[in-house]
């Protein structure tokens, strides 16, 4: 965190910045959709961005495997056409367990306790494991989100305080904390990963903002010049973060997760001074901003 931060620029579209970058690297929901459908000119920017032969990446904390990810996107209205490559947090956590290179994961045994929703438990599919119905059967929790809006936090707290008195390890396949569908926010599996952190449980993130998911990002584009690759997002806390710790620029789109902090529309503008204390309090701070991901 910081006291104060320097005004960001405040820039009217992508068409400002693009011949600085040759790739980039873009968030999917609250930046290209809401969950339902593209924003304004959101599909015509990634039409711009594709003619100018710029190398686009879509890197989203969906808890899910990234064809799932890339079917639901497109079934939305963002087709594999307009984007090199999708990478996501749940294939990156899917991987891990699947692959168990990482010594801590292979640790973790075979019995999991799944927080998610009915809707993402393929999640599992493929996976050597036994899904416990009780958290005193379990060897560690997956956490991949929640059913809907009407779920809190605090209807998770005797599970989560039971994992964390057995000791068990989390693994979180979306380290975002909430999200917006259709104007409706929701929590997401983040939010469940940091209470339990906060009940002193040890938690294993796999997703932005962490260095792991930009390095295949990076290995996907092929552009070796970081200074040329720019990553655009609606969350200082994830996208904008995640761009600091990858050493890259960073776009922050203002009318996304952070729009009713800064006392604006969806795909509006913020003042300087607000959009300054939003940073300050965040504690990042992007290159520069735009009010959407429009041209």
Known sequence: MFDSAPDVPILPGLAALADRYDAFIVDLWGVLHDGVRPYPGAIEALRELKRRDKRVAILSNAPRRAADVARRTAEIGVTPDLYDHLLSSGEEAWRSLK????????????????LMARRD????????????????????????????????????????????????????????????????REI?????????????????????????????CFAALGVADRRRIVAVGDSLRTDIAGAERAGIDSVLVTGGLHAE???????????????????????????????????
């Not at 692959?99 to 799944?114: I, K, N, Q, Y």
């Open 261 to 295: 902090e800064l006392g604006v529309a969806a795909g509006g503008a913020p003042g300087p001074r607000a959009l300054a204390a939003a940073c300050a309090r965040a504690g990042h701070l992007p290159t520069v901003a735009v009010p959407a991901f429009a041209w």
């Open 99 to 114: 692959e168990r290179a990482d010594p801590r994961t292979a640790a973790l045994g075979r019995a999991v306790f799944p």
């Open 121 to 184: 438990r393929f999640m599992l599919d493929g996976l050597d494991l036994a899904v416990a119905t009780r958290i005193a059967e379990a060897g560690f929790i997956l956490a991949t989100g929640v059913e809907g809006p009407g779920d809190r936090v605090a209807d998770f707290e005797a599970t989560l305080a039971a994992g964390v008195a057995r000791g068990l390890p989390m693994v979180c396949a979306n380290p975002d904390l909430e999200v917006v569908r259709d104007g409706v």
């Open 188 to 216: 997401c599996a983040g939010a469940l990963a940091a209470r339990y952190e906060a009940l002193g449980g040890e938690v294993r993130y796999h997703g932005k903002p962490h260095p792991s998911i930009y390095r295949a």
